[in-house]
């Protein structure tokens, strides 16, 4: 998304540790109309794999799926984080390596908000190593649903795990893909 990419460059910087801070638009202050349209080329792109939710994490993620929901009138559900160790009988829940904070947490679901037979379309703000959307698919997977897709607002695909799961046969499709990232350049996907 060409408007993404400019954006990137006009006000992301780049932090020691591969880190793209976007807090100025994307994931701390939002510009809501902007967000909108990322939410409406989502609906675009999935419109055909015909998702019936939408799954995000919090806090990031809230934002691009509720625009992406908005655009093709679905639920979200988002996976909540959880210091308490405590197995539920009532959630999915999972493990999640945080590349931003080098720890892993628990991420849940309630059972109710995640049924067998829904087809997901999987949506958070980064895709850098993947443990995020892969912790998202195994809680889907949990609740025997379908992933149909994946989707984010920015792909560094120099950490690969975009690729890895392109490669595994899942459709991935960033708004953006950074291949290159130095603290006076950004590269992106053609
Ligand atoms: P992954 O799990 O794919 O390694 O990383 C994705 C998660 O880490 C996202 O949920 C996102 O919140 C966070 N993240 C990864 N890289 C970045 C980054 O460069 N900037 C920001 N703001 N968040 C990131």
Known sequence: MKALEERILKDGKVLPGHVLKVGNFLNHQI????????????????????PTKILTIEASGIALGMAAAVA?????VFAKKKKSINVEDDLYSTIVHSYTHNIDYRVVVSKENLLAGERILIVDDFLANGCAIRGLMDLVAQAGGKVVGCTTAIEKGF??????LRAEGYKVESLAIVDEMTDHSLVFRK
């Open 72 to 76: 093709m009138d679905l639920p979200l």
């Open 159 to 164: 950490q690969g795990g975009g690729d890895q």
């Open 31 to 50: 510009d809501t109309p902007f967000m909108m349209e990322m939410g409406k080329e989502i609906a675009r792109i999935f419109e055909g794999d015909k």
